[in-house]
């Protein structure tokens, strides 16, 4: 969608007698605005030594807690179960504790932890195993303040009664008013595009009041960004159940925002997710209604219909349904198990989707194209030496109908140069098409069809790097040599880092390495006693390559006894 067009648009959408202006506007509650209150997190280890039988013992938190979560083998092994109370009040039920991984960013997570799960304020805990466990787990728990349990809650459930008006953006409650600013992103938002909107559960309870919504909302937030460690909360709304609609990931709610919600399609997708767990009931209308407005009103301010199907290609993921580069066929308003190996919305709001798709599509505003269009987007911005780099795009004529059949040339600049045609393909039924290009070199691409040119995109390139080590134990004040290949000829050093009395490695130098055509040799010095970790990494501007370490023990020499 062109510059122009997308300003058109915002300026007829903001301008709506329900606008977002008006439900956005509206400042945080004092007591968030004074900064009293944070969102907090904590943990607790549980090992093998607390259970009895299949069932721990009952575990006590230090504070209260709103949302828990667990990370560890056991854990992704599965068959664990928790439910929490305040201390001397009734058990919750047993809730499954889901590790499932495919709410991620494009890129991955690190270390899986389990989905959140929300019992209100609560201080004790037990856990459950089908299994003995073989190691120990951490248990991350997440308070929120009093601010957002009650005052900032109330504030939101106020929400203002508009008239359904197709095309009109609904009510949204802003990311200040659930307290936010208490969970500030880790790094700035990325910007993609919107071709299509995924459909989410939270698998949290659903036994909650309007005005717990913006407390849960918080909590996910700060277990998404601290235990996941995300830059932020993955969604990019959320709606409860009650119909309130609440402002997820920071960027914008008009912006195509890249979120951490469907693992391979974060970059042309949005995410919705409703609060609470529908496997056997479905949403309320309530819900309903609401995911109807939001997404017949994202959709069409993206220029995209809500029903019919389209192509776009995977990004992949260790959960991905489908591996990188491979074209997949969704529908515009789809389900996340669509895209990810996940049973995710549940059951029971999967098969609300065809209702719901004919419900936004009866809301959404006039979809507007503009006249020839190319588009093109990358599976990924920085690709592995020698691999395939995977890009897709959609070509429309300029009487607005799909290019299908047209022929699409995908034009690559190295840095310094113009721009050459290094791979032609056709566009599919839909205009929409893929290309595959060996990728040795970074640079510019784009793609050119019936007479136009795409935007460009800047595709980084990632070095191979090997590494391997001489030896795994020497005397203090001895050296051990690492030695590898890179490829392409790339500056490489050797990150040495010491481990400390908590266990935890610092960083106490680097060692540049000595690189000859393909090959590379480090020599590190460890002068001091103590295990080490030695990690070879690439410089550059581009994309950075990142070996596995070595850990090397340096021991005091011994004393010889005399005689």
């Given at each position: ?137 951490r248990v991350h728990l997440v308070a929120v303040p009093a601010a957002a349990r009650v005052g900032l809650a109330a504030r939101s459930a106020a929400r203002a009664a508009q008239a359904v008006v197709p095309g009109a953006p609904p009510s949204i409650i802003p990311r200040a008013a659930w307290g936010a600013a208490a969970v500030p992103p880790r790094a700035l938002p990325d910007y993609g595009s919107v071709h299509l909107g995924f459909v989410h559960h939270t ?208 034009q690559k600049r190295l840095w310094g140069r113009s721009f050459v045609t290094v791979a032609t393909t056709t566009a599919l039924a839909d205009g929409s098409w893929t290309a595959r290009i060996p990728w040795r070199r970074p640079g510019r691409v784009r793609a050119r069809a019936v007479g136009l040119l795409s935007p460009e995109l800047p595709i980084a390139m990632v070095p191979r790097l090997s590494a391997r080590a001489a030896a795994s134990h020497v005397v ?88």
């Amino acid at each position: 969608m062109g510059r122009a067009a997308m300003t058109r648009r915002r300026a007829l959408v903001l301008g709506a007698a329900t606008g977002l202006g008006s439900l956005l506007g509206a400042g945080p509650p004092r007591a968030l605005a004074r900064g009293a209150g944070r969102a907090r997190s904590f943990g607790l280890e549980v090992g093998p030594q607390d259970f009895e039988g299949a069932t721990s013992r009952i575990l006590g938190t230090s504070r209260r807690f709103e949302l828990l979560g667990v990370r560890g083998a056991d854990a992704v092994r599965g068959g664990l179960e928790v439910r929490a109370r305040r201390r001397g009040a009734v058990w919750s039920r047993w809730v499954p504790l889901a590790v499932r991984g495919d709410h991620a960013p494009d890129t991955g997570s690190g270390e899986r932890a389990s989905d959140p799960v929300w019992f209100g304020a609560s201080d004790e805990l037990q856990l459950r195993a089908r299994r003995p466990l073989r190691g120990s787990l951490r248990v991350h728990l997440v308070a929120v303040p009093a601010a957002a349990r009650v005052g900032l809650a109330a504030r939101s459930a106020a929400r203002a009664a508009q008239a359904v008006v197709p095309g009109a953006p609904p009510s949204i409650i802003p990311r200040a008013a659930w307290g936010a600013a208490a969970v500030p992103p880790r790094a700035l938002p990325d910007y993609g595009s919107v071709h299509l909107g995924f459909v989410h559960h939270t698998v949290t309870a659903n036994a909650y009041g309007p005005t717990q919504s913006a407390a849960i909302v918080l909590a996910i937030a700060k277990y998404h960004r601290d235990t996941n460690g995300w830059n932020d909360i993955g969604y990019n709304f959320l709606v409860d159940q009650y119909g309130q609609i609440f402002e997820g990931r920071a960027g914008g709610v008009e912006q195509a925002v890249v979120g951490a919600q469907a693992q391979g399609y974060n970059s042309v997708s949005t995410g919705v997710a409703v609060l609470g767990t529908y496997t056997v009931g479905g949403i309320s209308e309530a819900a309903m209604s609401a995911v109807a407005r939001l997404l017949g009103w994202k959709l069409s301010l993206h220029g995209v219909p809500c029903i019919g199907q389209l192509t776009v290609i995977s990004g992949g993921g260790p959960l991905n349904r489908y591996g990188s580069g491979v074209p997949v066929l969704l529908q515009r308003i789809s389900g996340h198990r669509d895209g990810d190996a996940t049973s995710c919305p549940g059951d029971a709001l999967y098969a609300q989707l065809p209702a719901l798709r004919a419900r936004a599509a009866a809301l959404a505003g006039p979809v507007q194209v503009t006249q020839g269009q190319v588009t093109i987007s990358a599976a990924d911005d920085a690709v592995l030496y020698g691999t395939d780099a995977v890009f897709s795009g959609r070509v429309v004529r300029a009487d607005s109908t799909a290019g299908a059949g047209e022929r699409v040339e995908f034009q690559k600049r190295l840095w310094g140069r113009s721009f050459v045609t290094v791979a032609t393909t056709t566009a599919l039924a839909d205009g929409s098409w893929t290309a595959r290009i060996p990728w040795r070199r970074p640079g510019r691409v784009r793609a050119r069809a019936v007479g136009l040119l795409s935007p460009e995109l800047p595709i980084a390139m990632v070095p191979r790097l090997s590494a391997r080590a001489a030896a795994s134990h020497v005397v203090a004040g001895g050296a051990v040599t690492l030695r590898g290949q890179v490829r392409p000829k790339t500056p490489t050093v050797v990150v040495v880092e010491v481990r400390g009395r908590s266990g935890r490695y610092r960083r106490v130098g680097s060692v540049r390495a000595r690189v000859r055509g393909r090959r590379w040799t480090a020599t590190v010095r460890l002068r001091g006693s103590g295990r080490y970790r030695l990690t070879p990494r690439t410089l550059g501007n581009g994309g950075h390559a990142v070996g596995r370490p070595f850990y090397v023990r340096a021991t005091r020499r011994r004393r010889r006894r005399r005689a």
